[in-house]
């Protein structure tokens, strides 16, 4: 069965890095659009960021500069680098795939809990 499993999450200080990895399996994402989205404690789900099967990225204003999304076709792996983390970054991130030119997901991961102290 199709799986997305995220892993890198835990507790960093502010003005710290972290590095999110997410593995994909059980079918091909060629062409398909990886994202990463987080979910803080009693708030919305929200965009962060993603990453096209050609590379083109797009990013959340407040991650701007400070996350870099990256994927590796060959190895089925999406990579989300944070660096400069700040407290407000604290939440649970997703990885999920959709087809190119969709808007929803087909597929979300179970997430990994990023904490970031002041």
């Known amino acids: 069965q199709v799986q997305l499993v995220e892993s890198g999450g835990g507790l960093v200080q502010s003005g710290g890095s972290l590095r999110l990895s997410c593995a994909a399996s059980g079918r091909s994402f060629t062409g398909y659009v990886m994202d990463w989205f987080r979910q803080a404690h009693g708030k919305e789900r929200e965009f962060v960021s993603y990453i096209t099967w050609s590379g083109e990225t797009t990013y959340q204003d407040s991650v701007k500069g400070r996350f870099t999304i990256t994927r590796d076709n060959a190895k089925n792996m999406v990579y989300l680098q944070m660096t400069n983390l700040k407290p407000e970054d604290t939440a649970v991130y997703f990885c999920?795939?959709?087809?190119?030119?969709?808007?929803?997901?087909?597929?979300w991961g179970q997430g990994t809990q990023v904490t970031v102290s002041s």
């Open positions: 999920a795939a959709r087809k190119y030119g969709s808007t929803q997901p087909d597929y």
